[in-house]
T-cell receptor
Framework: KAGVTQTPRYLIKTRGQQVTLSCSPI?????VSWYQQTPGQGLQFLFE???????NKGNFPGRFSGRQFSNSRSEMNVSTLELGDSALYLC???????????FGAGTRLSVL | AQSVTQLGSHVSVSEGALVLLRCNYS??????LFWYVQYPNQGLQLLLK??????LVKGINGFEAEFKKSETSFHLTKPSAHMSDAAEYFC??????????FGQGTRLTINP
């Protein structure tokens, strides 16, 4: 069974631009969560989607948004990029009926 | 609020020595606890999880962790370190369905 796939792996953007990151969960998994990892703040929860509905949300500004499609694939969007948005963005999938998450390799975003 | 604290941001041991990574949790309800490992430029890999079935949990790669309610601890151990164990290790607690709160991480270095 294929694991969680995140694309792209690396991304370079400039301040003020917007970016969209993609996550394909493990086949059959209906829950997708997103996390931001930075050296200063560590791993922080962004949001979680289950069956196309956002179930949980972390403490991030509205510039961070996401969505989930009917095939459980998810996208995360960050608008008006700031230097501080440079981070590794990790996606995790779960069956939704089991309290366990499987992570992808992440997308490393650099904002210049 | 549920949280985890990892004692020691950096641990160094000799190859073949005991590995002990410390994690204390704060939770008002029986917690779901996890240990994840992250190798350079990769995502998080699940080592083991505690879900109240047994206090001693065995994971992959020879790691295990013991849940001690009286000490609010969930320390990770491995009897004999291998060079391939060098990585960053994260303890996490599930605070809601598919929402994890992570510790700050412990970087494990193995000396030959």
């Amino acid at each position: 069974k294929a694991g969680v796939t995140q694309t792209p792996r690396y991304l370079i953007k400039t301040r003020g631009q917007q970016v969209t990151l993609s996550c394909s969960p493990i086949s059959g998994h209906r829950s997708v969560s997103w996390y931001q990892q930075t050296p200063g703040q560590g791993l922080q929860f962004l949001f979680e989607y289950f069956s196309e509905t956002q179930r949980n949300k972390g403490n991030f500004p509205g510039r961070f948004s996401g969505r989930q499609f009917s095939n459980s694939r998810s996208e995360m969007n960050v608008s008006t990029l700031e230097l501080g948005d440079s981070a590794l963005y990790l996606c995790a999938s779960s069956p939704g009926t089991e309290n366990i998450q499987y992570f992808g390799a992440g997308t490393r975003l650099s904002v210049l | 609020a549920q949280s985890v604290t990892q004692l020691g941001s950096h641990v160094s041991v000799s190859e073949g020595a005991l590995v002990l990574l410390r994690c204390n949790y704060s939770s008002s309800v029986p917690p779901y606890l996890f240990w994840y490992v992250q190798y350079p430029n990769q995502g998080l890999q699940l080592l083991l999880k505690y879900t109240s079935a047994a206090t001693l949990v065995k994971g992959i790669n020879g790691f295990e962790a013991e849940f001690k309610k009286s000490e609010t601890s969930f320390h990770l151990t491995k009897p004999s370190a291998h060079m391939s164990d060098a990585a960053e290790y994260f303890c996490a607690v599930s605070v809601a369905a598919q929402k994890l709160v992570f510790g700050q991480g412990t970087r494990l270095t193995i000396n030959p």
